[in-house]
């Protein structure tokens, strides 16, 4: 009887409206329970990605811009004695390479070393001691007023400390395994840079088909231009900057010139960063040292040097390079931060430039489709 009631009088279609919506709930609330309990899980995928992906990028970098350099040794070794052999020859070029890279290291680290000592050694016991005397009480101050701070938010100094110095530790050792790996990774793609390629071609033919291979051809060589392009461009950009700051300094023996050579040219790899820090740290030398002729002689002199950068040197090094409004490159910048740190600022231009490209090209393939059809519908 109750059956056939409810047959009835109830309508079919709301019911299984009723009965959709009902699922649609418990998927929904399923769904959030998922998120919610798979955080930690998400979370530890993400860094074991992110710790997978940092090295590879730093190394796809290192092979982007010694590559050219390799070659230029491959070439020259050819048909020298026992590495007249292809495989032997690359060998020797990458070597030749990293000794050649590790000796400029050295060497730079010797002469900031060498600055650093000769500074060191004209600062007299009593120019420390009114340094030391002049900041005792400001020193004093903040301590008090951390501790304070600390108190009224139930920290405990001391956990937190311990806490930050194994932080601080995990840091450091989680950089230096990047580095070493972002090497190996380096010296792989030199060596073995053609085969990788070829494996992934075999590996994509597999998935997509031959038909779609031309296009993806297509995108990659888009991709390689747009990188290796800008990558290779920006450093010898960056050396360049870095060069002159460093001639300029030295010659208005502005303190520390090595340095702050230095620092500017490696704060010229991102866009819109190589002129504060080489500012920055120009006036901050100079108020330490209390020369304020050298702070505007080399206030001057840098802005001379980022003039010329910006409108004569990088535009020539990266003319083939697509252009990007600034906007999308602070943009990329802010993106490529947050997902890989400086390696992700690195790559995050030409990778909205190639983005950018590939957008455009899309556009225009859809508006003289539509074009087409216009003009067939006439």
């Known amino acids: ?27 929904v609330v399923a769904a959030i329970l998922l998120l919610y309990h798979s955080g930690a899980v998400l979370g530890g995928a993400w860094s074991l990605g992110k710790a997978i992906l940092q090295p590879i990028i730093w190394g796809a970098l290192i092979c982007y811009i010694l590559l050219p350099i390799v070659r230029w040794f491959d070439a020259r070794l050819v048909g020298r004695g026992f590495i007249a052999d292809d495989t032997r020859r690359l060998y020797a070029s990458v070597a030749i390479t990293f000794a050649l890279l590790t000796a400029i290291i050295v060497g730079l680290v010797a002469l900031l070393l060498l600055v650093i000592t000769r500074s060191l050694e004209s600062v007299t016991i009593e120019t420390l001691r009114s340094i030391l005397d002049s900041m005792e009480g400001d020193v004093m ?59 992934f071609k075999r590996l994509f033919n597999a998935i997509l088909g031959g038909r779609a291979m031309p296009d993806l051809s297509f ?51 991102i866009p ?29 002199a840098l802005a001379v040097v ?4 910006g409108n004569v040197i990088n535009p020539r090094l990266l003319s083939e390079a697509v252009e990007v409004h600034p906007l999308l490159v602070v943009a990329a910048l ?27 090209r899309w556009i225009a393939l859809r508006e003289a489709a539509m074009g087409d059809g216009s003009k067939a519908e006439e």
Not at 279 to 293: N, Q
Not at 334 to 358: D, H, Q, R
């Open 1 to 27: 009887m109750a059956m056939s009631w409810l047959k009835k009088h109830l309508d079919e279609r709301y019911l299984k409206i009723c009965a959709y919506a009902g699922v649609t709930v418990l998927l």
């Open 141 to 199: 101050e903040l301590l008090e007023n951390i501790r304070m701070m600390a108190e009224e938010l139930g920290i405990s100094l001391g956990g937190d400390t311990a806490g930050a110095i194994t932080g601080a530790v995990s840091k450091v050792t989680g950089g230096a395994t990047t580095v070493v790996f972002s090497i190996i990774f380096g010296i792989y793609f030199l060596l073995d840079g053609e085969g990788v390629v070829r494996y």
């Open 219 to 269: 995108v990659v060589e888009d991709a390689n231009d747009a990188f290796s392009g800008y990558i290779r461009g920006q450093f010898v950009d960056a050396l360049v900057v870095g060069m002159l700051t460093t001639l300029v300094f030295a010659i208005i023996d502005v303190p520390y010139w090595p340095i702050i050579g230095m620092l500017t040219g490696m704060g010229n790899l």
């Open 272 to 300: 819109y960063v190589g002129g504060p820090v080489g500012f920055g740290a120009t006036i901050i030398v100079c108020l330490v040292e209390g020369d304020f002729g050298k702070l505007a002689a080399g206030v001057i």
């Open 306 to 309: 980022m003039f010329v950068d």
């Open 334 to 360: 802010i993106a490529g931060s947050a997902i890989g740190g400086i390696a992700g600022m690195l790559v995050a231009v030409p990778t909205a430039a190639f983005i950018k490209a590939e957008l455009d």
